[in-house]
Each structure stands twice: as structure tokens, then as C-alpha cells.
């Protein structure tokens, strides 16, 4: 099965940074958007952050202006949080989507946990 490896997740205090990394496996190629979503317990897994070849860099609004997604080499994606908040607490995953067949579809990471307290 293939899977992203995500890295990076950690405790942090408030006004504190984190740096959030995801890595394809070599054999996914042809990809076309990078992402990364937030969930916490009982609630939908939300976009925090998107890279598309088709519509550019997208954004939550909540997060505008103190995260920063880029892609790195090898088609991997980092996110960049900094003046992390306790609403920022959640488990982060990366997705991918390759656009070519048969390896047409959303690809996800296990997720990274994330917590922001004093």
C-alpha cells in the first residue's frame, strides 16, 4: 500500500514553530496537488494548506499568514507553522494526488500529532 511518510509533529508552546515534512515513495510520480489537513477527535479533517499545479497555493484562513506550504525535492512538501496557538493543536496529515493512471487518486500519510499548550 502506498503511503506518505510525514515527519516533524511535536509539543510546543504557544508563539513556538514546527516544520512538517512528507516524502512520496519513489514510486509515486505524476502528482498534482500537495496538501495538508488537521483533524481532531470528532471533528472532519480540515484543509490547512494545498499546492496545486492547476489553481496555485490555497490557505485556511486561520492559518494565512503563519504557515507557509513549498514543495522540496523529490515531490515532497513541507509546511512551515510559526506563532502556533492551542487551536492549532490537532494530528496533521499530507495528501497527495497523482493525476496519471492507474496511480490516479488521493494518497495519505498515519498522520503527525501536533500540540500547542504551556
Known amino acids: 500500500q502506498v503511503q506518505l511518510m510525514e515527519s516533524g509533529g511535536d509539543s510546543v508552546q504557544p508563539g513556538g514553530s514546527l516544520r512538517l515534512s512528507c516524502v512520496p515513495p519513489?514510486?509515486?510520480?505524476?502528482?498534482?496537488?500537495w496538501g495538508w489537513y488537521r483533524q481532531i477527535p470528532g471533528n472532519e479533517r480540515q484543509l490547512v494548506a494545498l499546492i496545486s499545479n492547476k489553481s496555485g497555493t490555497t490557505y485556511a484562513d486561520v492559518v494565512k499568514g503563519r504557515f507557509t506550504i513549498s514543495r522540496g525535492a523529490r515531490n515532497s512538501v513541507d509546511l512551515q507553522m510559526n506563532d502556533l496557538q492551542p487551536d492549532d493543536t490537532a494530528t496533521y496529515y499530507c495528501?497527495?494526488?497523482?493525476?496519471?493512471?492507474?496511480?490516479?487518486?488521493?494518497?495519505w500519510g498515519q498522520g503527525t500529532q501536533v500540540t500547542v499548550a504551556q
Open positions: 495528501k497527495m494526488f497523482a493525476f496519471l493512471p492507474p496511480q490516479k487518486r488521493d494518497y
Open positions: 519513489r514510486s509515486l510520480s505524476m502528482i498534482a496537488e
